[in-house]
């Protein structure tokens, strides 16, 4: 390898935020422009006169983003938490610019030698900006900062699966390890495998069982326990340990970070009651013990209007839209095989509450409806316009019919059926909690192809995090996936 490529592999995470600092830089000089030319069209407008602006306006936006942790190495789940950063990011930047334009203005106020605000006031003209707020459009900074939020959304939407890309080829990868072949650690392998993207090389476990040592878990071997940590360490070029032994004695586990530490790697630690903190907690402290609390999250008065305003206005809106696409479907799926266009079938909702959910038949009609759902696109049960309303999740249509009644909403867990919901234990119980959607995180994850009761996380961070903001990105992301043309078998 040349210099430049170990300089590059070892500086890997350094070097990209930089470009992106640099990408965003351009895109913010984009939407400034973009929007000066949209707002000043037929005007006689001074283009110099607005460097300066637009360079303050871009300033506070790297700033406010930099705040928001939009240049953190560490990404959220299918980078919800960046697309809503970029969302408040953009708007404290719009109050703060115009809060600095206000009180950056030279001040008229004159004060004897020796006032106390005399150098208060020196300070505050040293900050002095030259151009006045009167002196500029208010269209076109409004229209700049609406597309600053479009431009950087669709941007970062692109950087993502630039990166992505980048990992799925081996690029930027980090070579890690599993401390613990247990239950919890195969849990890690398996996000390990269904999400390439988050830039981690697995190349083994390791466990103190002797048993286990020298054989294969999962597809992935067990290449030693602790006393061949450090050989591994240096054999594979590890930079990561995740310790994956949540039920295991303190003393040992303190003496594996004790090891780790030593050799300079850097770890995480899945801890004793890990599920607990699938909910938001708080660490409290009773003298010098600390104490992990769950919070009670009780979702606003805002949230409820809000949430059920969008689902309504939403759902008739696409009904509307789609009236010839679902006339059209009904037509075909009639023509082509013998029964009703409309799946009609019993769901658990709220509160276990059971509903009946509707769908497009998608399969023959002597199918059962308690058959398993089909997990290839060329399973024979599948009728063919069927399988195109799969595909486009076109199906799923009637489905807003279920959310005009207040059965479900538009985002949510998918509902599952009563005999699978008996089965439930207390942490599957919490999908419970909130209505039922047509779409969610699970739905728009790399896990969709998996079953719901073994991706628990992905409803279970939505619902602990519901808000507006995060149902509008759900949305948004589901809609790429349709056009995309990545919807279920």
């Not at 008739?316 to 409309?342: T, Y």
């Not at 059965?407 to 234990?425: A, C, H, N, Q, T």
Request: charged share 20%; aromatic share 12%; glycine share 6%.
């Amino acid at each position: 390898m040349t210099a430049l490529g170990t300089f590059i592999r070892r500086n890997y995470e350094p070097l990209l935020l930089s470009i992106q600092v640099f990408i965003d830089l351009a895109v913010l000089q984009l939407a400034c422009w973009t929007a000066f030319q949209l707002a000043s069209r037929g005007e006689q407008e001074n283009p110099a006169f607005y460097l300066e602006v637009f360079a303050l306006l871009s300033a506070i936006c790297l700033i406010s983003f930099n705040s928001f942790r939009l240049y953190s190495p560490v990404k959220s789940l299918l980078n919800m938490e960046e697309f809503k950063g970029i969302v408040k990011a953009t708007a404290v930047s719009y109050f703060v610019f115009f809060t600095m334009v206000v009180l950056l203005q030279k001040t008229s106020v004159s004060t004897e030698e020796g006032h106390p605000l005399t150098w208060f006031i020196w300070l505050h003209n040293l900050a002095d900006l030259s151009f006045k707020p009167d002196s500029f459009s208010r269209m076109t900074l409004h229209l700049a900062f609406g597309l600053i939020l479009v431009f950087m959304t669709l941007s970062r939407f692109a950087s993502f699966k630039f990166i992505q890309r980048l990992h799925r080829k081996g690029i930027g990868n980090r070579n890690v390890m599993i401390y613990g072949a247990g239950h919890c650690g195969q849990l890690l392998q398996r996000k390990f495998s269904q999400v390439p993207t988050l830039g981690l090389n697995l190349l083994g476990f390791i466990d103190d069982d002797e048993e286990l040592q020298g054989t294969a878990v999962g597809g992935q071997r067990v290449l030693g326990g602790l006393e061949d940590l450090e050989s591994m360490v240096s054999l594979h070029k590890i930079s990561e340990v995740f310790v994956a032994m949540p039920s295991a004695q303190e003393a040992r586990v303190m003496e594996i970070l004790a090891k780790l530490d030593s050799l300079g790697v850097f770890h995480h630690v899945i801890p004793r009651f890990y599920q607990l903190l699938s909910h938001q907690v708080r660490i409290d402290a009773l003298d010098s013990i600390p104490l992990l609390t769950r919070y009670e999250r009780r979702v606003s008065i805002f949230y409820v209007i809000a949430n059920r305003t969008l689902d309504i206005v939403l759902s008739v809106i696409l009904l509307l839209i789609a009236s010839p696409v679902i006339l059209i479907s009904v037509l075909l799926i009639r023509r082509e095989s013998k029964g009703r266009a409309f799946f009609v079938q019993e769901r658990i909702g709220r509160d276990g509450r059971p509903f009946r959910m509707f769908k497009f038949r998608t399969m023959h009609d002597e199918v059962s409806e308690d058959a398993p759902a089909p997990d290839s696109p060329y399973d024979a049960r599948i009728t063919r316009i069927g399988r195109y309303l799969r595909r486009y999740s076109l199906d799923e249509l009637p489905q807003f019919l279920n959310v005009l009644r207040g059965e479900m909403s538009i985002v949510g867990p998918r509902p599952e059926m009563p005999f699978i919901v008996e089965e439930y234990g207390p942490r599957e119980r919490e999908r419970l909690r909130v209505k039922p959607g047509i779409t969610g995180l699970w739905q728009i994850s790399y896990a969709r192809r998996g079953a719901i009761h073994e991706n628990l996380d992905y409803d279970l961070f939505y619902i602990e995090n519901q808000s507006v903001l995060l149902d509008l990105v759900i949305i948004a992301l589901t809609s790429f996936a349709i056009i995309k043309g990545t919807g279920a078998y």
